[in-house]
C-alpha cells in the first residue's frame, strides 16, 4: 500500500510543479508535513545529496524520499510516479508542437505561474533556512533571539563564498559546510 | 532495437553528467545530441526546452522525453527518460542506504549540521539567482507576493495554490495585452484577486 500511496504522491508532484532544479522542493515539503513520512531535517540532508550528485535535482529528491520510506523499491515507485506524468504530456503535446507552445493560453498561463512556482520556492526554501539557522524554535526567543551563532556565522561565510565564486560547484561549498562542521559544532 | 539500447545508453550518460536541473544539461545534451550523433539539431534543442518549460514537470525529464518521442516514438520516449533517471537512482540509493545509518554516530552529526548550515546558504543564493529570472514584471511580482503570503499562513497543498495562480493569473496576462494593445477601449473586468495589480499597472 506504501507503494501505491507513494506513487499517488509523487505523480502529483509530477504533474504540478513547473520548472527546473527546485520545484518539486514546495511539494515534497507539504508531503512531509502532512503525511509525516519525513523530518524536515531528513529533507536538507537530502537536498545536501541531491545538490552535491549527478542527476536532475528532482529525481534525486523523488528518489531519496522514496528510499527513506521504503528502500528499493520505494525509489523506483517515486521516480516512475515523478516521470509518468511527464512522459504522457509530453507524447500527446509532441504531435502538436509547433503550436502549442505559441498558443495564447499555454503563453499566458506560464507566464503567471513561473513567478507563482517561484513563489512556493521561496516559502519551502525560507522555512529550511529558519528551520536550520533557528534550531531551537521561535518560543527561544530569549536565548539571543533563538539565532544559533555559529551556525548563522558559517551561513554567512558560505553565501559570500558563492556570490565570489560563482562558477564553483555547489558540492565543494557542502564539503566545506560539512568539514566546518566537523571541526566546530 | 539498436536504435532504442543507443537512445538508453546516451540517456544513461547524459543522466550521470547532469549536476542540477534543467538548464545544467543543456550543453550535455548539445555535445552528445547534436554534435557526436547528430539526432537532432541546435534549434531542436531549443525548442524542446520552450517547451519543457511550458509543461508541469521537471524541465530535465520533459526534455529527455522529448527527444526520445523524437527519435523513435512513445517507446523511445519512455526509454530515454529511464535511462536520464537510471544514474540518479543507483547513486542515490547508495548514499541514502548510508546517511539515514549516520544519525546515530555522534562525529556524523557535527559533519550534518554543518551541512545543513551550507545547504541553507545555497537555498538562499539560488533564491537570488531565481529571483532576477523569475520576477520579470509588475504582475509577476504581485503573484510572486501573494503565493508567498497564502503559502507561508495558509496551511494549503501548493497544488491548489498553482491551479490558482494559473486561473486567476493566466487571464490577468491575457486582459493586460489586450489593454496594451486597445489602449482607448476599456478591457474585460479582470478578477478580483488583481484587481489593486491593475490600479498599479494604469498609473
Redesign the interface.
Known amino acids: 500500500v506504501i507503494y501505491l500511496q507513494l506513487y499517488w504522491e509523487f505523480f502529483q508532484i509530477g504533474l504540478f510543479s513547473v520548472g527546473g532544479g527546485l520545484a518539486t522542493l514546495p511539494f515534497i515539503s507539504a508531503m512531509a508535513q502532512r503525511t509525516g513520512w519525513i523530518t524536515q531535517q531528513r529533507i536538507v540532508d537530502m537536498l545536501a545529496v541531491a545538490e552535491s550528485t549527478p542527476g536532475a535535482i528532482g529525481v534525486n529528491l523523488a528518489t531519496y524520499t522514496g528510499w527513506t520510506l521504503a528502500n528499493f523499491f520505494g525509489g523506483v515507485v517515486a521516480t516512475l510516479g515523478l516521470i509518468t506524468p511527464s512522459i504522457i504530456i509530453i507524447i500527446l503535446i509532441a504531435r502538436i508542437l509547433q503550436t502549442f507552445e505559441s498558443h495564447p493560453t499555454v503563453r499566458y498561463t506560464f507566464q503567471a505561474l513561473r513567478p507563482g512556482a517561484f513563489g512556493l520556492i521561496t516559502v519551502a526554501a525560507v522555512g529550511i533556512m529558519v528551520a536550520v539557522l533557528f534550531p531551537w524554535g521561535s518560543d527561544q526567543i530569549a536565548n539571543g533571539f533563538g539565532i544559533d551563532l555559529p551556525r548563522m556565522t558559517l551561513f554567512l561565510i558560505v553565501f559570500f563564498m558563492m556570490l565570489r565564486l560563482k562558477t564553483w560547484h555547489p558540492v565543494w561549498f557542502i564539503l566545506f559546510s560539512g568539514l566546518v562542521g566537523y571541526l566546530v559544532f | 532495437l539498436n536504435t532504442q539500447l543507443d537512445l538508453f545508453w546516451t540517456f544513461v550518460k547524459i ?9 545544467a ?1 543543456l550543453p550535455l545534451l548539445e555535445r552528445e545530441l547534436v554534435e557526436k550523433r547528430q539526432w537532432i539539431t541546435q534549434d531542436n534543442i531549443l ?1 524542446y526546452y ?2 519543457g ?10 526534455v529527455s ?2 527527444v526520445g ?2 527519435r523513435s516514438g ?1 517507446f523511445g ?2 526509454i530515454s ?2 535511462g ?2 537510471l ?3 543507483f ?3 547508495l ?3 548510508i ?2 545509518q549516520l544519525d546515530q554516530i555522534p ?1 556524523a ?19 537570488l539567482s ?2 532576477k529570472k ?3 514584471d509588475i ?3 504581485f ?6 503570503v497564502v ?2 499562513f495558509v496551511p494549503i ?3 491548489w ?3 490558482g ?2 486561473v ?7 486582459i493586460r ?1 489586450k489593454l496594451k494593445t486597445h489602449r482607448n477601449t476599456p478591457g474585460p473586468k479582470p478578477p478580483t484577486k488583481n484587481q489593486t495589480n491593475q490600479t498599479q499597472e494604469e498609473r
Open positions: 543522466g550521470a553528467g547532469t549536476f542540477g536541473g534543467g538548464y544539461m525548442e520552450s517547451v518549460q511550458s509543461t508541469p514537470g521537471i524541465i530535465a525529464v520533459n522525453t522529448f518521442y523524437h512513445v520516449a519512455i527518460t529511464l536520464f533517471v544514474p540518479s537512482f547513486i542515490i540509493s548514499l541514502a542506504s546517511i539515514n562525529q552529526q557535527s559533519v550534518l549540521i554543518g551541512i545543513r548550515v551550507g545547504v541553507a546558504a545555497l537555498l538562499a543564493q539560488t533564491l531565481f529571483s523569475s520576477i520579470k504582475s509577476g511580482l503573484i510572486f507576493l501573494s503565493v508567498c503559502a507561508w497543498s501548493p497544488i495554490i498553482i491551479l495562480v494559473a486567476l493569473g493566466g487571464p490577468w496576462y491575457w495585452k
